[in-house]
Nanobody, 126 residues
Framework: QVQLLESGGGSVQAGGSLRLSCKAS????????MAWFRQSPGRARKGVAA???????FYDDYVSGRFTISKDSAANTLYLQMNSLRPEDTGIYYC????????????????????WGQGTQVTVSS
């Protein structure tokens, strides 16, 4: 059974940093594409960053240059380093994973992932 457990959320001031973690279990971590999504109050869930099986990364334009997605396959853990945080980054951050066909790269679409964690709250104050 696929399990994804996020941690690392919290409250910070604008300009600060946080590092989110997602501990995965129940599936071959290295074979899956993984991603981080954010759901802000009153808004749809939105892709933030994704990482492919070979480590290729993808970012939403809004976070490019500020956030870094990475993974440790030995520890079955996905990370999101968030720097220069802004109040607009506030929301619940979800980890997602799925087994994509070999020729399909990771993406930032909610519909692309069937396995989700419970989320971790990030609050950025101005």
């Amino acid at each position: 059974q696929v399990q994804l457990l996020e941690s690392g959320g919290g409250s910070v001031q604008a300009g600060g940093s946080l590092r989110l973690s997602c501990k995965a279990s129940g599936f071959p971590f290295s074979n899956y594409c993984m991603a981080w999504f954010r759901q802000s109050p009153g808004r749809a869930r939105k892709g933030v960053a994704a990482i492919d099986r070979d480590g290729t990364t993808f970012y939403d334009d809004y976070v490019s240059g500020r956030f870094t997605i990475s993974k440790d396959s030995a520890a079955n853990t996905l990370y999101l380093q968030m720097n220069s945080l802004r109040p607009e980054d506030t929301g619940i951050y979800y980890c997602a994973a799925d087994l994509f066909p070999p020729t399909v790269p990771a993406n930032l679409f909610v519909s692309g992932y069937t396995n989700w964690g419970q989320g971790t709250q990030v609050t950025v104050s101005s």
